[in-house]
């Protein structure tokens, strides 16, 4: 199958699902035009899935009742404002 690179824009400071094709690998996260994107490369045929992922400033608390990967972090207002995202594996049982 033939492979390609999709960008996915992202709301800063928000949980959000996103679909994308099975299997995407997440490359980067940076801003572009202002906006912070997610770049992944996927297999366009393959069926598509959501992915959720939650986005933390710079000194947020973050919930330790969930399973995360770190994804990358990302500036905004000429670095005035640092974000950090993540990728929700799973919700962990209390």
Not at 33 to 61: D, H, M, Q, S
Not at 67 to 86: K, L, M, P, S
């Amino acid at each position: 199958m033939k492979k390609t690179i999709w960008k996915f824009e992202l709301n800063p400071d928000d949980t959000q699902s996103i679909e994308m094709p099975e299997f995407a690998q997440i490359l980067c996260i940076q801003t572009q035009n202002l906006k912070p994107c997610l770049w992944a490369l996927v297999e366009p045929e393959n069926r598509k899935v959501k992915r959720t992922f939650e986005i933390f400033g710079t000194g947020y608390n973050i919930p330790s009742n969930r399973e995360r990967q770190y994804i990358g972090t990302f500036q905004t207002d000429n670095g005035f404002y640092v974000f950090h995202c993540f990728e929700l594996i799973r919700t962990l049982q209390s």
